[in-house]
């Protein structure tokens, strides 16, 4: 069993930055990937950003590249998704995902979910 926990999300107006944590609990997080996905309202959820066990690659969404980075700190089981330059468009609960498969939106567990904002 994997405990996830979410931080970091808010209201912020367009062109504004918001950090969000995942602190990880109950296996080895070091050996897995993790991930960021989000759902709007009356959508699907959709895929964000990878990254690595080892941190050495991460994979974005065509609509966060460039905006967004996804990182990881293995020694505080954290993940950590800065997210700059924040559009309208970006307004949506932000999930944390552990061991995420790749190319889909299957993960082995999740969080509970981050309310972003983002105000015009």
């Known amino acids: 069993q994997v405990q996830l926990v979410e931080s970091g999300g808010g209201l912020v107006q367009a ?12 296996r080895t997080f070091n050996i897995y ?9 009356g959508k699907e959820r959709e895929f964000v950003a ?8 991460t994979l974005y969404a065509d609509s966060v590249k460039g905006r967004f980075t996804i990182s ?7 993940a950590y998704l800065q997210m700059n330059s ?3 468009e970006d307004t ?7 061991n995420p498969t790749y190319g889909t939106t299957r993960a082995d567990y999740w969080g509970q979910g981050t309310q972003v904002t983002v105000s015009s």
């Open 92 to 98: 949506a609960v932000y999930y944390c995902a552990f």
């Open 86 to 88: 924040l559009k309208p």
């Open 33 to 41: 990937a993790m991930g960021w996905f989000r759902q709007a309202p």
């Open 50 to 57: 990878r990254i690595t066990w080892r941190g050495g690659s």
């Open 72 to 78: 990881r700190d293995n020694a505080k089981n954290t």
């Open 15 to 26: 062109g504004g930055s918001l950090r969000l944590s995942c602190a990880a609990s109950g």
